[in-house]
């Protein structure tokens, strides 16, 4: 069953120094999503993109986010200058239709900041 | 801002029983909704969707809206150990590209 893969799956950084959290989406899928849970805490959305552009932000996703599809197959989260608060779980998400249809979430990159 | 509500649980069932978990959002134009399942350090699994009011069933599972009371279930029927998991409801967006998430209800089935 085709899914999902983020890497890593940990991922520890110190206060400051910027991080890049990859996903590689199911290859016939359209729309990308980045969501963080922070432990004991809800899933909270980040941001979507599709057509090479973001089409919704949250006020998590502020200027110290970005996200980038390099290339055909991968998707990435980076954060320019990671805080205390940024530890959490990064999952990343696809689906082949948008209206949040059929999301497929990955298994996660576990981020801890220092 | 838009809020999705739960009960944090535990939920506990014996094995065999219906599981009703349940869930209440506040923005009144929400059109579409979802239920994840997530066991511990895991990702969020879709289970369903519901759009209209009233019941929708899929093998065990039965989501159920009332968009006049803002409210979503989730029944589990022949709850079994393996559906021990947090249950989160989600509510999309209108322009159906973002999911707002519940805190979850943990659910426990007892053998």
């Known amino acids: 069953e085709p899914e999902v893969t983020q890497t890593p799956s940990h991922q520890v950084t110190q206060m400051g120094q910027e991080v890049i959290l990859r996903c590689v989406p199911i290859?016939?899928?359209?729309?990308f999503y980045w969501y963080r849970q922070i432990l004991g805490q809800k899933v909270e959305f980040l941001v979507s993109?599709?057509?090479?552009?973001?089409?919704?932000k949250s006020e998590i996703f502020d200027d110290q986010f970005s996200v980038e599809r390099p290339d055909g197959s991968n998707f990435t989260l980076k954060i320019r200058s990671t805080k205390l608060e940024d530890s959490a779980m990064y999952f990343c998400?696809?689906?082949?239709?948008?209206?949040?249809?059929?999301?497929?979430f990955g298994s996660g990159t576990q981020l801890s900041v220092l | 801002q838009k809020e999705v509500e739960q009960n944090s649980g535990p939920l506990s069932v014996p094995e065999g029983a219906i599981a009703s978990l349940n869930c209440t959002y506040s923005?009144?134009?929400?059109?579409?909704f979802f239920w994840y399942r997530q066991y511990s350090g895991k990702s969020p699994e879709l289970i369903m969707s519901?759009?209209?009011?009233g019941d929708k069933e899929d093998g065990r599972f039965t989501a159920q809206l009332n968009k006049a009371s803002q409210y979503v279930s989730l029944l589990i029927r022949d709850s079994q150990p393996s559906d021990s998991a947090t249950y989160l409801c989600?509510?999309?967006?209108?322009?159906?590209?973002?999911?707002?998430f519940g805190g979850g209800t943990r659910l426990m089935v007892k053998p």
């Open positions: 290859s016939n899928h359209l729309y």
């Open positions: 998400a696809s689906s082949v239709l948008g209206s949040n249809e059929k999301l497929f």
């Open positions: 989600a509510v999309s967006n209108n322009a159906g590209n973002m999911l707002t």
């Open positions: 993109f599709y057509n090479n552009e973001i089409s919704e």
């Open positions: 519901i759009y209209s009011n």
């Open positions: 923005d009144r134009v929400s059109q579409s």
